[in-house]
Each structure stands twice: as structure tokens, then as C-alpha cells.
């Protein structure tokens, strides 16, 4: 059998070794020029691939296999459609050799941590556990590995293309506009979203928020649906079990009974959606039968990912929190409301095709400056003035913004690195992005002392 493998970054590259390993003659087709480490690779292994564009050769082959983000309107997808040759998505390709349970996590925000805190729980509880998805694994890596479970962050790119992976538990975090470049449209995003759950397996179950039921419309499946106390409706849960979490504590009510998942005290997370994030965590490892009280303690020791509201440094009673990782509109919301504190908030990049009107308002109700930056820093600007908001200013660098953003905060303050915009027009990927920003805040902080922006 004859492969084609579409892209060639971190995904695409992990599909084409173990298209290898089951035997098959594989092609990569990649838009954009492979390094010379991955070259080398795909020589080692007989795996023969062209670059810096895509040509009929890659229509040699029985199937055409999608890495993590191809667009269903990419010239490789036209090009087999117009030839006839089959297409599968990476999930479809890899499912049928992974071992263990699945517990996919999917949702616009927050997918990554709760992941992470899945897969921390189930390790430390002594499973044979894998974490698979934005982290530099995905989920080939893990085919034909004998493990218990696979907790998995799952993208609306990946589960556009899905059509029989399957997950024991389906976790979705929030549903907010995102990637509508690449959807089209918000009900197409959700329509990606939500095959998740319509993918579960016979025996699963989901986890999601009250808010996006009618969103998700998950049809009485199996699972808990996470509600705040003020939302809570009293006495026994008709349909679904509920994740209640009221002042200190989260609950899961199933039936008329209530068990206790953690108190908010031993959670070493900022914000209010990080505590969101290790509820739904929590129910989904309580749903694969693991004691609610012998795994809460766990989470204590939990260290959360890299630009993911990460406390990178403190000057002059100022702290700066790293939120790189927040790419949409949605996210940098959540990390302005969530995070206790005045804050003086560094925000752009290259946009989405999404509006900042809601955006601007949490500016205004939370922060006492805003720096802008990249290419969306003047739609950004303008939204802020629409709402009279006009204590901002726009520079041209990562190291101007935060040196600005120094100057404009109290102490006290926070200076919240949270963009609402991916990186592209400035570094290759958010990682990039923070760990640029904490270069240059370690600067400030060992600094004797700092110079004006």
C-alpha cells in the first residue's frame, strides 16, 4: 500500500514513521521547505517527500493521509478529490492502533491544561498513562504502545476530518468563536467541535459546561455537565450528573449525591477557568473508576504548562504572567476576568477574523493600560476607542511592549502577557512568543534598575 502524507511539521512527520513501521511506501508532500534534520530522517527510513509545493506526484499512492491542520480547502485536498484518491484525517489514520482508553479533550480554551491534568492524575495514580496533542506528541507516537490510558488534546482541525475515532470519555471545555478563518463560520467550528461526543463509544461518557449545551446538543449522553453554584438548581439531577462548584469547593452531584472533588485551596492555578479545568478533569478520571478522594490531593502538586498564566516574575511588587498561549479572543477574556487584580494587559498579534468589541470591554472593566502590538494592533485600538478606552499605547516590538507595560503598572499590578491573537506575524508559534517575553522580563527583574519605555 502507497501513503501520501500531507505536511511535514510535528504531526505530519510522526504519520509519515509510522505509516513506515505498518509497512507501507511513503511520500510526503509538504508546501514550505523541510529542515535538513527531518530530510535526513526520511532518507534513514526510505520515506521519499518533495517540498516548497505540491505537485501530481503525491497522487501516487491508495491514501492520502491529513497531518494536524490541513484545510479542507488546501490545493493537496483539491487535488485528491479531483483525482479520486481517498483522504483520511491523522485521528481516523491512527485510532485503530492505539491501546488503551482515549480520554479526548477538545474545547477553545483550556484543552491543554485539562489534558495535562488528566494525564498527571492517572500517572500518579499508577497508570500506564500517555499525554498526547500540543505538546511535540501526537498521537502517532503512541500507536501500538501498550498503555491504560491516552488523555489527548483534540483540535477542531482534527475532528473535522474524523469519521470512526472514538473516545471513552470526551471532554469539552468551553465553546467560543475560533478559527473561523479556517471554519468559515462559527456553526462550522462547533459542527467540529461537537463530533467528539457524537463519536463516543457505546459505553462513553461527556464532560461539558451548562453554557454550551444547546451548542453541543448532547442528546442525554452519559456524563456531568459543570455548572457554578449560583447556576444550580436544587435537589436531584433529572438527565445528567452535574459538576457543581460553589465558593470553595467542587462537587459532582450524581443522583441525590454529592462527592467531593477538591477544594479550590490545594489547586496551584490562576483563575477561575483553571478551577473549570481541574473539575472536568476530576469527573473524567471519577468516570474511568478512579476513588474522587484518593486522587484529589493530586492536584496539589500539578505544574502548569509553560504560557498558560504562568507567573514568570515579580519587580517592584508588579508580577508578570506569561498567557502566550492565548490566541483568541476568547481566551485572553478569560485570563483578564479570571485573574485576580488590576492589570495592565499586553495584547496583539496576527488576528483570526475575529472582533474585539468584547474584548475591549474586559479592558476597560479590568485593566489600567493596554500595549499593542503586530498586526492587529490598530483594529485593536479601534475597538478600545469605540468604548472610550483610551489609555494604550502601540509599539513595534515584544521588548518595547513589555518595557511600557512596566512603566504603566503600579505596584500591585499585574502586567499580563495575554494577546488574543496568534504569533505568526512575529514568531514562529506562542512558544516562541513567551519565551521571549520572560527573556525580557528575567532582564527587568535582575536588573538594578530599569529604563523608561
Known sequence: MKVTVVGSGVSGKSLALLSKKLGYEVFVTEREEIDSDTRDL????????????????MLNCDLVVLSSGISPKSLPVEMAKNAGVPIQGELDFVFPYLIGKIIGVTGTNGKSTTSALIAHLLSKLGYKTALAGNFGFPLADFAKQDLDFIAAEISSFQLHWANRFSCHIAVVTNICPDHLD?????????????????????????????????????????????RWGSDCSKGKCEEQDEIILHDSEAYLRTGSHDIKLFSYSILPLYGRHN?????????????????????????????NLPHRCEKVGEKRGIT??????????ASSITAITSIP???????????????YDELAKAVKAHARGAVLLGAEKGAI???LERIGFRNYLLVSSMEEAVYCAFNMACPGDIVLLSPACTSWDMYKNYHERGEDFKRIVKTIVEADSVKNG
Open 42 to 57: 526520511y532518507r534513514k527510513e526510505g520515506i521519499l517527500w518533495e517540498e516548497k509545493g505540491h505537485t501530481n506526484k
Open 182 to 226: 479556517w471554519h468559515g463560520s462559527f456553526n462550522a467550528y462547533v459542527e467540529s467541535k461537537k463530533r467528539i461526543i457524537d463519536l463516543l463509544s457505546s459505553d462513553g461518557y461527556c464532560v461539558y459546561q451548562n453554557k454550551d449545551r444547546e451548542l453541543l446538543r448532547t442528546n442525554g449522553c452519559r456524563g456531568a455537565v459543570l
Open 275 to 303: 478551577v473549570e479545568n481541574a473539575a472536568m478533569a476530576m469527573a473524567a478520571v471519577y468516570y474511568l473508576g478512579c476513588d474522587a478522594e484518593r486522587t484529589s490531593h493530586l492536584l496539589s502538586d500539578f505544574r
Open 320 to 329: 508578570f504572567i506569561d498567557d502566550s498561549k492565548g490566541t483568541n479572543v
Open 341 to 355: 487584580g488590576t492589570k495592565v494587559i499586553i495584547l496583539g498579534g496576527k488576528g483570526k477574523g475575529e472582533q
Open 381 to 383: 485600538s479601534e475597538a
